[in-house]
C-alpha cells in the first residue's frame, strides 16, 4: 500500500527524493506527469501527495485543482522554487495542505509527510464511522458483523417465533433488555404487552404486592385490590430483569408462575390464570448463585431449559467502532447540530480499551466525545489494585452522566439505570459536588 504519491518531472530530483524517502520507511509511488499521477489514486487514499508547481503539461497548481475536485480532503503538498512562494502561498488558500521551497532538507518533507497523512488517516476514519452508522440504522437494532453478533441475531430470529421462555445470560451493559424486546418484537406475541420487572430494586417487603398483586381489603392501609405485574403481562411477555436478585421467598412463588402459569394474588382464595411468555436476564452465573444458596435449584432449572447469552464488547471482534459511530448519529440527533471531528486520542481510546462496561460504557463515551467532555485517559493509573481502578470506573460514569444532563439528576439516573438510593449513596461515597454540575 502506497504512503505517498510523488510527482516531479526533473528525473535526477525525482530518483533521489524517492531514495530518499524509501530509506525513510515510506512507501513511495513516483511519477514524471501529473495527468499519469492523477489517475493512480486510489479511491479513499490513506497517504499524501507531494508535487512539484512547475511542471510541462499539467503543473502543479492544475492538478491540485483536479484531486480537489475528486476529493476535497485528500492531502496536497506542494514544492516550489523561490521565485513562487507567493504562488504556493495562494494554493494553500485554495486547499494545498503544504508547500515547500527548493532546495529543501529531507527532514522537512518527511515532516510535513507525517502531519498529511496523519490529517487524512483521520478524515478517512471519520468517512468509515459515517458509513458504519448510517449502515447500523437502517438494520437491526443490535449492531455489528463479528461472528458472535451475527450467531446471535440469527439464534433471536430462531427462538422469538419458538414462543419458549429463555434465559438471558450477560455482563453488565451488553444488551439484554434489547435481546429480550426483539425477542418479543419479532414473536407472536408482539403488540401484546411487555411488561420488564426489575428485581434489582424490588424491596423484600413489595415484591408480592408489585408481582402477584393483592385482593380488596387484604394489604394494609389499601382498601381497593390490584393487579400484579405478571397478571398486567397476561397475553404478552413479561422480562425478569436482573432475577438473581429475587428475594428467596419470592422465588418460591415465581416458580409456580412458570410452571402453571398461574397467580395467587395476596388474600384471593383461587389463583388467576395468566398466558405469558418469561424471559429473564441475569449477569452473573447462576449455577455459582444455586451453589451460594442465594438462587434456588429448580427456578433455576425452569429457566434453564433455553439460555442465551449476549457477549461483551471485548468479544465483538471489530465491534467497537460501529458501535461507537451509531451512537455519535445518536448524540448529534438529540444534542443539536454538533460539529465532531474524529480525533486520534478518541478513536485510540475506542480501539484499545476494553470496555468492562460493554455498550452502556461505550455509548456514555461517545456522548462525551459529542460533548467534548470524553477524558484522555482513566482516572486511576492501570498500576492501581482492582477496587480503586473500579471505583474509579464507576465514578467516571456517574460524572459522565452527570454532565450530559447540567446535573438533573433524574435524567441521570435513566442513562445509569440504578436506583435513586444507590445513586446518592454512590455519589457520597466518591464525594461528587451535584451542585457543580448544575452550575
Not at 527548493?102 to 483521520?122: C, G, N, Q, W, Y
Not at 438473581?244 to 409456580?256: D, G, K, N, T
Not at 448529534?332 to 454538533?338: C, F, N, R, T
Not at 446535573?407 to 445509569?416: C, F, H, I, P, Y
Request: net charge negative; aromatic share 6%.
Amino acid at each position: 500500500m502506497t504512503d505517498v504519491i510523488f510527482v516531479e518531472d526533473d528525473e535526477p530530483l525525482r530518483f533521489a527524493t524517492t531514495q530518499a524517502l524509501e530509506l525513510a520507511g515510506y512507501r513511495v509511488q513516483a511519477h514524471g506527469d501529473a495527468r499519469a499521477a492523477l489517475g493512480s489514486i486510489p479511491t479513499d487514499f490513506a497517504g499524501a501527495i507531494v508535487s512539484d508547481i512547475r511542471m510541462p503539461g499539467m503543473d502543479g497548481l492544475a492538478f491540485l485543482e483536479c484531486v480537489r475536485a475528486a476529493d476535497p480532503d485528500l492531502s496536497v503538498i506542494l514544492i516550489t522554487g523561490h521565485g513562487d512562494v507567493a504562488m504556493a502561498v495562494s494554493a494553500l488558500h485554495r486547499g494545498a495542505f503544504d508547500f515547500l521551497t527548493k532546495p529543501f532538507a529531507v527532514d522537512h518533507l518527511t515532516a510535513s509527510i507525517d502531519r498529511a497523512i496523519e490529517r487524512r488517516r483521520l478524515v478517512v476514519e471519520n468517512r468509515r464511522l459515517k458509513a458504519e452508522a448510517e449502515a447500523a440504522q437502517s438494520g437491526s437494532p443490535l449492531i455489528g458483523d463479528s461472528a458472535a453478533m451475527v450467531r446471535l441475531r440469527a439464534t433471536i430470529a430462531q427462538l422469538a417465533t419458538a414462543d419458549i421462555d429463555v434465559l438471558i445470560e450477560g455482563e453488565t451493559g451488553t444488551g439484554k433488555d434489547l435481546v429480550a424486546s426483539l425477542l418479543h418484537r419479532q414473536g407472536p406475541r408482539r403488540g401484546k404487552p411487555f411488561v420488564t420487572v426489575d428485581c434489582e430494586a424490588l424491596a423484600d417487603g413489595v415484591a408480592d404486592i408489585v408481582l402477584f398483586g393483592h385482593a380488596a381489603d387484604s394489604v394494609p392501609h389499601t382498601r381497593l385490590s390490584r393487579d400484579g405485574l405478571i397478571v398486567t403481562a397476561s397475553g404478552g411477555t413479561l422480562l425478569l430483569d436482573a432475577i438473581e436478585c429475587l428475594p428467596l421467598s419470592v422465588q418460591a412463588r415465581l416458580l409456580r408462575v412458570i410452571e402453571e402459569r398461574e397467580v395467587q394474588p395476596i388474600g384471593e382464595a383461587r389463583p388467576v390464570t395468566v398466558d405469558l411468555r418469561v424471559i429473564a436476564t441475569t449477569r452473573i452465573d447462576l449455577t455459582a448463585a444455586v451453589a451460594a444458596g442465594t438462587f434456588r435449584t429448580d427456578l433455576f432449572y425452569r429457566l434453564d431449559s433455553v439460555r442465551l447469552r449476549v457477549p461483551p464488547v471485548r468479544e465483538r471482534d471489530g465491534d467497537a467502532f460501529r458501535l461507537f459511530a451509531a451512537f455519535v448519529e445518536e448524540a448529534q440527533a438529540q444534542l443539536g447540530p454538533l460539529d465532531f471531528v474524529l480525533t486520534d486520542t478518541v478513536s485510540r481510546r475506542v480501539r484499545d480499551h476494553d470496555w468492562p462496561g460493554n455498550v452502556r460504557e461505550l455509548r456514555n463515551f461517545a456522548f462525551d466525545a459529542v460533548l467534548g467532555v470524553a477524558p484522555d485517559s482513566p482516572r486511576a493509573p492501570e498500576s492501581a489494585d482492582l477496587p480503586t481502578r473500579v471505583a474509579a470506573y464507576e465514578a467516571d460514569l456517574i460524572a459522565a452522566a452527570l454532565r450530559r444532563h447540567a446535573g438533573r439528576v433524574a435524567a441521570a439516573l435513566g442513562d445509569l439505570g440504578i436506583p435513586r438510593k444507590t445513586f446518592y449513596d454512590k455519589v457520597a461515597r466518591h464525594g461528587i459536588d451535584l451542585d457543580a454540575f448544575r452550575r
